[in-house]
T-cell receptor, first 111, second 116 residues
Framework: KQEVTQIPAALSVPEGENLVLNCSFT??????LQWFRQDPGKGLTSLLL?????REQTSGRLNASLDKSSGRSTLYIAASQPGDSATYLC??????????FGAGTTVTVRA | DGGITQSPKYLFRKEGQNVTLSCEQN?????MYWYRQDPGQGLRLIYY???????QKGDIAEGYSVSREKKESFPLTVTSAQKNPTAFYLC???????????????FGPGTRLTVL
């Protein structure tokens, strides 16, 4: 079963700084790696999906990379804004193709 | 306006009661899922369904039951057998291509269940 870890659990940065969020997983035979955003008390919103054949995906200020050999994915958010404050979760599939989620990194962007 | 709806937003349960959480989607997705989220933990899969009239247990199915009589609906019942049901419950759906469940999942707004 895929195990997913996100460190740190919380992060606070000043507005304008670039954000780097880390995700590690145990099974390198990953099919998809997904990044989600969750606002307090809300559901999850999909940000980026990286297939195993890809090394990165980009959407606006967001860029996510996938390194299967090291078991790591990184989400970069350029020029952070207070509106980026949220919890960011990563999730990867396991051999049975079900998603395993990390506990998330809660980001606070200070104005 | 396509999406996933969950109701109610807040639900309170007394000890020994069964309660049912609603999940409806109009995205024409084949696959639907129920997750439980506890503070400081990742989402854990309760049940999932790939097609109508079929569903499978996830990692923490004990004390829960589901049905999938319609493509659009996947209700979750939290039974009295679930000893610690207080949590945030999230429903999701996705397409189901090539037998893979891990296409992009779309989530509902969640239901917060509290046991009194």
């Amino acid at each position: 079963k895929q195990e997913v870890t996100q460190i740190p659990a919380a992060l606070s940065v000043p507005e304008g700084e670039n954000l780097v969020l880390n995700c590690s997983f145990t099974d390198s035979a990953i099919y998809n790696l997904q990044w989600f955003r969750q606002d307090p008390g809300k559901g999850l919103t999909s940000l980026l999906l990286i297939q195993s054949s890809q090394r990165e995906q980009t959407s606006g200020r967001l860029n996510a990379s996938l390194d299967k050999s090291s078991g790591r994915s990184t989400l970069y958010i350029a020029a952070s804004q207070p509106g980026d404050s949220a919890t960011y979760l990563c999730a990867g599939d396991s051999n049975d193709y079900k998603l395993s989620f990390g506990a998330g990194t809660t980001v606070t962007v200070r104005a | 306006d396509g999406g996933i709806t969950q109701s109610p937003k807040y639900l309170f349960r007394k000890e020994g009661q069964n309660v049912t959480l609603s999940c409806e989607q109009n995205l024409n997705h084949d696959a639907m899922y129920w997750y439980r989220q506890d503070p400081g933990q990742g989402l854990r899969l309760i049940y999932y369904s790939q097609i109508v009239n079929d569903f499978q247990k996830g990692d923490i199915a004990e004390g829960y039951s589901v049905s999938r009589e319609k493509k659009e609906s996947f209700p979750l019942t939290v039974t009295s057998a679930q000893k610690n049901p207080t949590a945030f419950y999230l429903c999701a759906s996705s397409i189901f291509s090539s037998g893979k469940l891990t296409d992009t999942q779309y989530f509902g707004p969640g239901t917060r269940l509290t046991v009194l």
